[in-house]
């Protein structure tokens, strides 16, 4: 029987991206699909401050390093094929946060929004996502 190679996944640091803790990487894509699984972006700035005008303005923050982190990538937020969003009041934030939300997708991908107790630094909101390689359709 022949020896197996090990699949190795490939680790992205986006230079432009709000920079991460030493326990997570920005994204893994995996070596057999391509696939992009992007760790989870909060609305911060890169000093890891929250900036002023709740959830519209945290949601813009987050969705814009997701773009850095998938450009670093080779892909997009058009490649996005699945978001997750958690929410640390669904009732209040839901309807803001989906009026930008649908502003950075011509099609929107699959998602599930997830109400949680507590986000990181006070945040009201999280995205992670996976998205597909290749930045054209």
Do not use: W
């Not at 303005?57 to 987050?62: D, E, I, K, L």
């Amino acid at each position: 029987m022949p020896a197996r190679e090990e699949a190795t996944k490939r680790v992205i640091y986006a230079p432009d991206a709000v920079p991460t803790l030493p326990v997570f990487c920005h994204a893994a894509v995996d070596p057999g699909t391509g696939l992009i699984f992007c760790s989870g972006s909060i609305g911060c700035n890169d000093r890891y401050q929250l900036p002023p005008g709740g959830v519209r303005v945290q949601t813009q923050y987050a969705l814009e390093n997701l773009a850095k982190v998938l450009r670093a990538a080779g892909s997009s937020l058009e490649q996005i094929v699945k978001v997750n969003i958690y929410l640390t009041n669904m009732q209040q934030d839901f309807g803001p946060m989906n009026e930008v939300y649908a502003r950075y997708f011509r099609v929107v991908p699959a998602r599930t929004c997830i109400g949680v107790a507590t986000l990181p630094l006070g945040a009201c909101i999280e995205i992670e996502c996976v998205a597909l390689p290749g930045s054209q359709y």
